[in-house]
């Protein structure tokens, strides 16, 4: 895969989500983060220009100082984004095998605080956050302005222990 004509190998695909392909690659040191935009249909999300949305809603949410990987370049031609790479479980890995920890969600509250303040919401399902050296990053940066019913207490915390919510969710995703 290539950003601005510069080549990255693909190691493997870290996940698809409702805007991209997200896939761990290297540039024969360092790991990085490429996420490549897709254009698929969602039926529960409205989307403008993607790549411009990434970018806004990078600069917003790094602005606030949310913790979250950095954006390193972005091929606006070939819609993809090249970021930093944390190493770590996702809390949707951490909630599976039954190693999330309480300080986990107080980090996340804390997130919650500052978000709030600056009447914004992000993305709080599970595989959009990252645990390395006991941190919790936000890996997507997709956000919207604070709304009651997408915030983490209404919408969120179904979705970070073993709830029916979360418990159906891997049942309808199973490989």
Not at 56 to 83: F, Q, W
């Amino acid at each position: 895969m290539f950003v601005n004509g510069k080549d990255y190998k693909i190691i493997k695909l870290l996940g698809k989500g409702k805007g991209g392909y997200s896939y761990l690659v290297c540039d024969g040191g360092k790991k990085y983060v490429l996420k490549q935009i897709h254009h698929e249909p969602c039926d529960y999300y409205t989307f403008g220009n993607k790549i411009e949305a990434e970018i806004n809603d990078y600069n917003r949410l790094k602005k606030i100082g949310i913790k979250m990987p950095a954006m390193l370049d972005v091929d606006i031609k070939n819609e993809s984004i090249l970021k930093d790479y944390i190493d770590g479980d996702t809390v949707y890995e951490l909630v599976l095998q039954d190693k999330m920890k309480p300080v986990y969600l107080d980090k996340l509250r804390e997130m919650c605080r500052v978000l709030y303040a600056a009447n914004t919401n992000i993305d709080y399902f599970p595989t959009n956050f990252v645990v390395c050296n006991e941190e919790i990053y936000y890996i997507d940066f997709e956000c919207n302005d604070y709304c009651d019913e997408w915030n983490f207490e209404n919408w969120g915390v179904r979705y970070w222990s073993k709830t029916p919510e979360f418990l159906k969710y891997v049942e309808e995703h199973k490989n």
